[in-house]
């Protein structure tokens, strides 16, 4: 009986199994394609960094600084975390009283974290 319900589950997951051989199949498939088929011109014009039409200066491996990253990760951070009150938007009204508490709890926590970033400065630009 053990052994006929994990035939029967094992069974469930054949499709997904044939989904990714086939995506993996396609994706090999592409890739020695392009490559078989694409142009094979090799030029110290080809070889050069483009960047936007604009003539490169200097060397690529400058430091950047460190401002614009912590910026880039809080947007994340904060984006993800509006995507969380999606599902409370949508069943609003089947989670009452509890559930309005509580989102007001989580973005009494935001707000905690957003003022906290900005009291130590990491959103200004020097």
């Known amino acids: 009986m053990i052994l006929l319900q994990s035939l029967n589950s094992s069974r469930d997951f054949l499709p997904i ?3 990714f051989i086939v995506a993996a199949g396609f994706v090999s ?3 020695v394609v392009t490559q078989w088929l ?3 011109h090799k030029s110290k014009v080809k070889a050069d960094s483009f960047e936007c039409g604009i003539e490169q200066i200097g060397n ?3 430091p950047f600084s460190i401002k614009y990253f912590l910026v880039a990760i809080l947007f994340v951070l904060f984006d993800v975390e509006v995507i969380f009150m999606y599902p409370w938007a949508v ?4 989670l009452g009283a509890i559930g309005m508490f509580e ?10 974290g957003f003022f906290y970033i900005l009291k130590k400065g990491a959103l200004k630009w020097d």
């Open 17 to 19: 199994l044939l989904m």
């Open 29 to 31: 498939f592409v890739m």
């Open 38 to 40: 694409g142009p094979k």
């Open 60 to 62: 690529a491996r400058s």
């Open 91 to 94: 069943n609003f009204k089947s």
């Open 103 to 112: 989102m007001f709890t989580f973005i009494a926590f935001l707000l905690i």
